[in-house]
């Protein structure tokens, strides 16, 4: 069973505008900007041996303002700019009630399926309280990047940048390794 790094697209992979106290998701690619700050630290989580994955909710799919061919060159392009495995995607609303849309962790468990993964190795990278609830729900270890948005609820750790998550990260896997070594 291997290790892995979820990371939410939205905030942490691609850079957002914020509007009345709300991220506003890019509904084009002229509007989509990956985030440079992420490369060097996904870099090291590759190197490290971690499945890295992005998840993301775009219920902009079923409400039809968001065009599946803009959301593919998006990906696309943090595909191609990022060292990603994949992408996970719940094209759903809230209300319709779905098992992958964020908080529910369903594209944890597809992904986990898919790659092998042992959920209780793997961490959730995000800057939003719905995906430390789905990673608690999926047996994960939350890691967030301080934000507005990562609310009051359950939390394993809050740092303030994407490096800082990453050195924790592989400061616990290295622990987590020598001591499974040793026993």
């Not at 992408?87 to 468990?109: A, M, N, Q, R, V």
Request: hydrophobic content about 40%; charged content about 20%.
């Amino acid at each position: 069973m291997n290790p892995g790094v979820f990371l939410e697209r939205n905030g942490i992979l691609n850079l957002v505008r914020v509007e009345r106290q709300h991220q506003v998701n890019p509904l084009t690619l002229g509007e989509f900007i990956v985030n440079p700050a992420a490369i060097a630290p996904l870099r090291r989580l590759k190197k490290a041996g971690f499945v890295v994955l992005a998840t993301t909710n775009q219920p902009g799919l079923s409400l039809d303002y968001l065009p599946r061919h803009e959301l593919d060159r998006m990906h696309g392009l943090l595909l191609r700019r990022l060292p990603l495995d994949a992408i996970y995607t719940c094209p759903h609303d809230l209300s319709d009630d779905c098992p992958c849309c964020k908080p529910k962790p369903g594209l944890l468990f597809e992904a986990a399926h898919q790659w092998r993964l042992d959920l209780d190795r793997c961490f959730v990278i995000s800057d939003k309280w719905q995906d430390a609830l789905a990673a608690h729900n999926a047996g994960c270890t939350s890691m967030l990047v301080r934000s507005p948005w990562i609310g009051n609820g359950h939390h394993d750790f809050v740092l303030s940048t994407l490096d800082e998550v990453v050195d924790r990260i592989l400061q616990i896997h290295v622990n987590s390794y020598a001591m499974n070594s040793a026993a």
